[in-house]
């Protein structure tokens, strides 16, 4: 009785970089070293001398190269077909059915499901932003312990896991960030609740997500520094966030609450910018925004994620997909980075928001985000009980710096008071946005508390009404 | 050998030879992992499934060649982002395939962790003692005496000896299977490629977390042939590298999860939301108008325990549920866990604008450092409130100030529970100020504490004692 003859190797020349590898693997002594160089390569491949070779394909297992030594029965190289499939085993059958369904091609649209009507909550900071982040489809949500932020995460722990969802406890933050990357990079809505120092160890992952433009939500509950600093609330990172997301050319929405209420909504809107955007989004809140409970109303509706074309999902459809944040041709990466400077374009255009109380006649304009904001909110109440014409202007994007609504009010403006708990990085973003703008601004004073005190309303006051002509 | 693209498009644009030709040096190891790996993909029928995790290193463009779902992650990184595929998608089949500084090095406390917490991945770690990618230097797999660009006269053991990391992690509770294998001669190729199929199967079939050290070959920078660096893993490596299997439990399927709920009775009861309630008889308030503020500041101070912060949130529930803005911060932290506690409430008719409590109208404290610190801090005019029980000589208080000296923990403590002082002081606070609603506070009560009605006569008792305590100090004698 005759066996068929196994199929034997062959070799394509210009694939064989000549590492002789396959000679000590063949039993039968079939190979040799080659003679001649190959002029496509430079290289010298080995030569195939298959009289005695009886197809046993050690020679295949010791070649390294995947279009090396092949066997005579594999299909030629085709021609160029960037999208080729293969006809494959059905992995059902091997090893039973899936429980997540596969997607079809394309993005599979997020769907909306009505919430009915709820009594409002009483909730602190940290909580709202994480119920925020339940609404807006995240199930998956990955940190490390570190106060002031760290009820965000707990209440998220216990949650979770009755949704079939996911906590992870990372090692570090640099661990939790990669796997944002992770997750975010499969295309479904992930955040980390996280505060300033921790945010510093995640700014290498930041940086990856969004060279690779994977989504993702940071709420950074700041806190003094610098170095371990202490656990009270300060605008610490403004300059981290703004400017220094990692290494490169990095930028990311920068979201700026100041009530528990908008906790709650900036944390439910980050997750549809940052997949509008494929890009990371920052919510800087401060320590006593995170601590502070106060009322929280609920959305009508609650956001069930799809799955963009993009994602790498582990299934058919998604299998051609990359994330990857390396471009190893300097033309390919300066290609990439007009790609994301054009995004950024898009959020500096689309995206500014801010709110101003009492400035279409302010000529004190005060400038102040997160918690300080309300303080600065009482100090222009007082002022204008005084008969001084002060305004509230509190960026809800810090960047983009809503300059084009400053830009309508600076006209009638004599002096601005930047108000911050921190060293001047709100201030800086204000003076960056105003000379980028072209716009040369009244006198810039301003009050600054940092080391984890925030500035009080008397002083504030104090502030706004130097030089001021004081009525009554 | 379908898990690699036909065509490496991908690889410098996919043009001429680069098309199917590696970038890996001749003789590399990796190659011949990368074969054996697309060998196992096909085998298993998985291609479609798979996502791979590619390190930093020479493996970082791994993407360029496999046909599978691929994931890029920053140095050491990789079990990370493997996880976060494989929680994101628990049936993606997820291989973090790591060098020896990806993974032993910089990612060692990624690597460590992930294994520990079991979850199905499986990690395929090329360990060729040396760093490949920037040239030759000092891996922490390096041999004894070995000599590379950082290394210069040898590594010496002040430099780490090298780290055995298979041993390592056969040492967690989280693998169920790890061993280490080979690339030097047939025989080893045929065990790596039957490990690495079991690896993925482990994974596959939902049995935990897997981990294959391949030690292999780097003929460029160990600066030898291809076949004396396959000698030189057999005959230097393999000595302190010693090959097989280092832990393989018998692990019955586990993990399956199921998708993530989007039920809003779910979400909405985990967030602790209630219906509205339209015929919920409701009380919605009037800014008292014998108070001077629209906006009033209560500071609660006591010791961890004396329940400030669970009476500064009682307050600030009761004013939101009447329709007024209110807000409480706590003291946090280390403070937190013993010493003072204070809380920083605000009601305000309208909205409360600065939530902060630095100079308070009222002042309610529970012990003697509280008072000694907060009472200075009240303005001409406020309200000081004190636990005369506790505070049995209140120094020199401002003047100015009302001062109501109340036995707060006497009065607990005659109810029996001496820890219900601080609704004690609620209800004295509320005869005191009349801010909130009559009873309004007691509906609150009843509303935190319908799991626990058993407490609720208590509470409301220690509630009544303390206006009347108040209501008796303040009787015209």
Redesign the interface.
């Known amino acids: 009785m005759s066996v068929a003859p196994r199929p034997k190797p062959f070799l394509e020349p210009q694939y064989c970089k000549g590492c002789l590898r396959c000679i000590e693997a063949c039993p039968r002594e079939c190979i040799t070293p080659g003679s001649e160089i190959n002029p496509a390569t430079g290289l010298v491949p080995v030569e195939l001398h298959l009289e005695n070779c009886n197809g046993c394909t050690l020679c295949l297992q010791a070649c390294p190269e995947p279009y090396g030594l092949r066997l005579e029965t594999d299909p030629p190289a085709p021609a160029f077909a960037p999208n080729g499939d293969f006809e494959l085993e059905d992995p059902a059958k091997l090893f039973g059915e899936r429980c997540v369904a596969n997607y079809s091609e394309g993005d599979q649209p997020d769907d909306q499901i009505a919430l009915p009507a709820c009594e409002p909550l009483v909730l602190k900071g940290t909580y709202a932003s994480a119920i925020g982040a339940l609404l807006a489809g995240c199930r998956h949500v990955f940190g490390y312990p570190i106060t002031p932020s760290t009820e965000g995460a707990e209440l998220m722990a216990k949650i979770l896991p009755k949704l079939d969802g996911a906590f992870v406890q990372a090692v570090s933050e640099v661990a939790a960030v990669n796997m944002m990357y992770g997750a975010g990079g499969a295309g479904l809505p992930c955040m980390t609740f996280t505060s300033s120092p921790g945010f510093s160890l995640m700014l290498e992952g930041i940086s990856y997500m969004i060279g690779a433009e994977v989504p993702g939500v940071f709420v950074n509950i700041m806190r003094a520094g610098p170095g371990l600093g202490n656990i009270a609330p300060e605008q610490a990172d403004i300059k981290l966030a703004c400017r220094g997301l990692g290494h490169g050319n990095t930028r990311a929405l920068v979201l700026a609450p100041s009530t528990p209420q908008e906790m709650l909504d900036l944390t439910r809107e980050a997750f549809a910018l940052s997949f509008r955007y494929r890009n990371p989004v920052i919510i800087l809140g401060d320590g006593y925004l995170g601590q502070m409970t106060g009322m929280v109303k609920l959305p009508p509706t609650m956001t069930r994620p799809g799955l963009p074309a993009w994602a790498v999902w582990g299934d058919r459809a998604h299998r051609h997909n990359l994330i990857s944040s390396i471009a190893l041709a300097e033309a390919d990466l300066e290609t990439h980075n007009q790609h994301l400077n054009r995004k950024y374009a898009a959020i500096s255009a689309c995206e500014q928001r801010v709110e101003c109380h009492r400035c279409s006649d302010a000529e004190v304009l005060v400038v102040a985000c997160n918690t300080p904001a309300r303080m600065a909110k009482g100090a222009v109440e007082a002022a204008r009980a005084q008969g001084v014409k002060a305004g509230l202007f509190r960026p809800i994007t810090i960047w983009p710096f809503p300059i084009d609504t400053l830009a309508e009010i600076l006209p009638g403006v004599e002096r601005i008071v930047v108000v911050e708990a921190g060293p001047g990085q709100l201030e800086d973003e204000l003076r960056l946005a105003l000379s980028h703008a072209g716009i040369a601004p009244p006198p810039i004073d301003h009050v600054r508390r940092c080391g984890g005190i925030l500035p009080a309303q008397s002083a504030i006051l104090e502030g706004i009404l130097q030089g001021e002509e004081v009525l009554s | 050998?379908?898990a690699?693209?036909?065509?490496f498009?991908?690889h410098?644009h996919?043009e001429?030879?680069k098309?199917?030709?590696?970038h890996?040096?001749?003789?590399?190891?990796?190659?011949?992992a990368?074969?054996?790996l697309?060998a196992a993909i096909d085998e298993?029928?998985?291609?479609?499934?798979?996502?791979l995790?590619?390190p930093v290193g020479c493996s970082?463009f791994a993407?360029y060649?496999f046909?599978?779902?691929?994931?890029?992650?920053?140095h050491g990184?990789a079990p990370?982002?493997?996880?976060?595929?494989?929680?994101?998608?628990?049936?993606?089949?997820?291989i973090s395939y790591q060098g020896d500084g990806d993974l032993a090095s910089i990612g060692l406390?990624?690597t460590?962790?992930?294994a520990q917490?079991g979850l199905p991945i499986t990690v395929i770690f090329i360990n060729n003692a040396i760093y490949g990618m920037t040239g030759g230097q000092l891996a922490p797999t390096s041999l004894m005496g070995q000599k590379t660009s950082t290394s210069p006269d040898g590594r010496v053991a002040a430099m780490g000896q090298p780290l055995k990391m298979a041993e390592l992690i056969a040492s967690l509770d989280g693998p169920v299977y790890v061993e280490r294998v080979a690339l030097f001669?047939?025989r080893e190729?045929?065990k790596a490629?039957k490990a690495i199929k079991k690896a993925i199967t482990n994974q596959?079939?939902g049995r935990g977390y897997s981990f294959i050290e391949i030690i292999s070959e780097c003929?460029t920078h160990l600066k030898m042939?291809?076949?004396e660096a396959?000698e030189w893993v057999k005959t230097k490596m393999e000595p302190v590298f010693p090959l097989g299997v280092k832990k393989d439990l018998t692990v019955e399927p586990w993990f399956?999860?199921?998708?993530?709920?989007?039920e809003?009775e779910?979400?909405?009861g985990?967030?602790?939301?209630?219906?509205?309630?339209e015929d919920k008889p409701r009380t919605i308030a009037n800014w008292p108008d014998h108070l001077p503020v629209r906006?009033i500041a209560i500071k609660l101070a006591g010791s961890g325990g004396d329940g400030a912060q669970t009476a500064?949130?009682l307050l600030?529930?009761t004013a939101?549920s009447v329709g007024f803005?209110?807000?409480?911060?706590?003291s946090?932290?280390?403070e937190s866990r013993g010493g003072t506690s204070y809380a920083d409430v605000h009601i305000a008719e309208q909205e409360?604008?600065?939530?902060?409590a630095?100079e308070p109208q009222v002042l309610v404290a529970f012990n003697a450092p509280s008072l000694a610190k907060f009472a200075p801090t009240v303005p001409a005019g406020g309200l000081i409130l004190y636990d005369s029980t506790v505070v049995t000589d209140p120094g020199r208080l401002p003047a100015g100030r009302r001062i109501l000296p109340i036995p707060l923990t006497r009065i607990a403590a005659d109810l029996g529970r001496p820890m219900v002082k601080n609704v004690v002081a609620l209800g004295a606070l509320q005869s005191a100020l009349n801010l909130l609603p009559e009873d309004s506070l007691v509906a609150t009560l009843r509303h935190v504490l319908h799991d626990k009605p058993a407490l609720l006569p208590l509470n409301e008792s220690a509630y009544a004692a303390g206006r009347a305590a108040v209501e008796s100090a303040l009787a015209p004698a």
């Open positions: 050998m379908s690699f693209y036909d065509h498009s991908r410098a996919g001429g030879i098309a199917r030709s590696t890996y040096c001749p003789g590399c190891g990796h190659g011949v990368h074969r054996d697309a298993l029928g998985i291609q479609d499934r798979t996502v995790i590619s970082v993407y060649y046909d599978v779902g691929n994931s890029q992650a920053a990184r990370a982002v493997a996880l976060g595929h494989k929680l994101a998608h628990p049936e993606a089949v997820v406390a990624e460590i962790s992930i917490m001669s047939a190729r045929v490629r596959v079939e003929p042939s291809p076949q396959e399956k999860r199921g998708a993530p709920s989007f809003p779910a979400v909405l985990l967030s602790g939301a209630e219906r509205l309630d906006d500064a949130l600030t529930r939101i803005d209110a807000t409480a911060i706590p946090y932290g280390p409360v604008l600065n939530p902060a630095s």
